[in-house]
């Protein structure tokens, strides 16, 4: 099974974020992370918009996946930004020990303004992989190629296929979440719809997505 998300009760308890967003823009992360080799992809809200080759909505964050064991490769392309592991809400600092219980980590940028100000630009999912598979941090037993995992939209931006992309929105089932399966549902070929239906199964047995694919 995968380890947990939540820090042990020895950890410290981490804080409140105290920093705005300001995302980057898909467009605007690729030039930065051009010299990595690692298969990182967009994920997300905004992974299913490049798939539908439109913006259908605001996104409020970026968010990208990547191999846990090539992360060195993301903070040494962003070396001029500061790094923050995130989880439940709170921010720990990157050296301590929340960075092994916990998979995101938040990326903000001073930006000298005026007003000059700190901000929250990029949210990295740092996921297990195997064998040089990705693995699925809700269920270990689910692994895939990346060749299968990461697609690339017509300008080259990487992004997470989107049934992928709907296993990992399924938990949560927000309003904007059950809007982007409406929306992206149509376009799922029937391979896609297979293995989401099946993955979903496995995960989240019973889930409401289940009929409707």
């Known amino acids: 099974m995968p380890p947990s998300d939540e820090p042990s009760p020895g950890d410290s308890p981490g804080h409140e974020p105290d920093l705005p967003w300001d995302p980057w823009r898909p467009e605007e992360l690729v030039a930065k992370l051009r010299g990595v080799t690692a298969p990182w992809c967009v994920a997300g809200g905004w992974a299913l918009d490049l798939y539908r080759a439109k913006q259908t909505r605001p996104h409020q964050d970026l968010e990208i996946a990547v191999p846990a064991a090539a992360f060195g490769q993301i903070r040494e392309a962003l070396a001029g930004c500061a790094f923050e592991v995130v989880g439940d809400g709170k921010v720990w600092p990157m050296d301590g020990p929340a960075f092994a219980k916990l998979h995101q980590t938040w990326v903000s940028e001073f930006v000298p303004g005026p007003p000059a100000r700190q901000v929250y630009r990029l949210d990295v999912f740092?996921?297990?992989?195997?064998?040089?598979?990705?693995?699925?941090?809700?269920?270990?037993?689910?692994?895939?190629?990346?060749?299968?995992?990461?697609?690339?939209?017509?300008?080259?931006?990487?992004?997470?296929?989107?049934?992928?992309?709907?296993?990992?929105?399924?938990?949560?089932?927000?309003?904007?979440?059950?809007?982007?399966?409406?929306?992206?549902?149509?376009?799922?070929?029937?391979?896609?719809?297979?293995?989401?239906?099946?993955t979903l199964d496995l995960v989240h047995a019973g889930h409401p997505w289940i009929g409707a694919l």
């Open 126 to 198: 740092r996921e297990p992989s195997r064998d040089g598979q990705w693995v699925c941090r809700r269920d270990e037993r689910i692994q895939l190629p990346y060749e299968r995992v990461v697609r690339r939209d017509r300008a080259g931006i990487p992004y997470l296929a989107p049934e992928i992309v709907l296993l990992f929105k399924a938990k949560a089932l927000r309003s904007k979440d059950e809007a982007d399966f409406r929306g992206v549902l149509p376009l799922l070929g029937p391979g896609a719809r297979d293995w989401l239906a099946s």
